[in-house]
């Protein structure tokens, strides 16, 4: 798990706002290995490993982001960010007029992913930075707190140093300490964030009726539900996920091998652990290594597998999820229509049951939260075990070869690529260094005006 950390020189004060002026410093910034700050400084035509600005706009901007940065995930891959989105997790929001490398922060719930990608080759800027990261980072969202947590406080203690002891940064770090200490301040705050808004941006009426819905569904259903529906400018609005306990569904009554590795293993990555308890429950059925029909996967739900293909969701939607009925048994309400995608849905159920979730609302979405990630990809590797699927290509990775293992495991020839990349059999045909395309142009813009 890669280490934030922030590394400051104070330099001569020079001119200008107190507050921007006497924070002025040789500022790294590191994540695990990876300096994010190391530039070409177009000025001197030199290399260097820092870069000199002011904290106070960055430590300000990590303050009014703090509680959208641990709790708001990534929106859905291929869904380009709104600007609030974005001036909530980059970096280069912090502005001021200075020029800051191009990092994103984003919760999946347990952890903050940071991406990174260097400066184009084409910068014009007084800075190009020279590093990014080839694939997200991953830091423990309370190690996120106390990197942040550790910066900030340097920046306020420089500030008494200097005779600026009442600065806004000062007071508004207080009031986030009292509110992160205050139980129902840090919920209210959380599922504020969850739903995309700044504090107390959220209208009142619709935090009460979230707040509501949380009571009555639990904190773990809203924390999955409320980035997709919490937001005005989404398509559904926050009714939609009381309005799915109306909805028509299919009835079922989940008989599984439960697998220990979930409570066993919690220092395993999501996916990691979710492999290792595919692995058990293929185990626990008889079947290691072979195709798993979608008769199968019905009965572990309980589902009659009639039911479920003459099922057809009402319209799009944006989840799909299982409600637990008084009598055990489970309302499930699927939104996939296509036969493979139906059973990649239906092994995503299975996962989410097993992940700890039996008394709970089973959540299916495309957000990138740990508990998403964990059902993509127990579904993958339940539907194809990697020792299966090599068994069956004879390393042969060609496109042939692959569109006839997905044939085969009555998968997506997507799924068997994603299995051999993440397992380095395979090149990976992106660069994640950022997670959509941007303009850090207009965000360094949006952060002038901003000020």
Sequence with gaps: MALLEFRQSWITPGTGEPEVSKTMSLLELHVGDTNLTKNENIW??????????????????????????????????????????RMAHEMAASSHG????????????????????????????????????????????KDFQNSITDFISKVVSRL???????????????????????????????LEAQMGFDPDECPQDIMDYAIELRRRYGDATLSELAPVY???????????????????????????PLPSTSTQNRRLAPWQKAVKDAQQVRKAIGNERGPIDTRTLCD????????????????????????????????????????ISKRFELARFIGDYLNGRQSRWLTNTDLGTARQKYQRAFSAAFLCPLNGLLEFVQNDFSEEAIEDAAANFNVSYQTVTSLLANNDLIDRTYHEGFPYRTNIAELHHLGEQAA
């Excluded at 290399?47 to 509680?67: F, G, H, K, M, R």
């Excluded at 400018?233 to 989940?254: D, F, W």
Aim: charged share 20%; aromatic share 8%; glycine share 6%.
């Design 44 to 85: 001197s035509q030199s290399v260097q490993e820092n870069i000199v600005v002011s904290t106070y706009p960055l430590a300000i901007w990590c303050l009014q982001s703090w509680w959208r940065l641990i709790f708001e995930p990534l929106p859905p891959h291929g869904r380009t960010p709104t600007i609030d989105w």
């Design 98 to 141: 200075f020029v800051w490398p191009s990092v994103v922060f984003a919760s999946d719930g347990e952890e903050i992913q940071i991406w990174s990608s260097p400066s184009d080759s084409k910068c014009q800027q007084s800075a190009r930075y020279l590093n990014g990261l080839s694939a997200p980072a991953s830091i423990a969202i």
């Design 160 to 190: 008494e140093a200097t005779g600026l002891p009442h600065s806004e940064l000062s007071e508004l770090w207080k009031i986030v300490l009292d509110e992160q200490q205050d139980s129902e301040s840090f919920t209210y705050r959380k």
């Design 230 to 256: 919490g937001k005005p400018t989404h398509v559904e609005s926050l009714g939609a996920i009381e309005n799915l306990t109306k909805a028509p569904g299919v009835i079922g009554r989940p008989s599984l």
């Design 300 to 339: 572990l739900l309980g589902i009659a597998s009639v039911d479920v293909d003459k099922w057809v969701p009402a319209g799009r939607s944006s989840v799909s999820v299982g409600i637990p009925n008084p009598d055990n048994s489970i309302k499930f309400v699927p939104r996939k229509m296509h036969p």
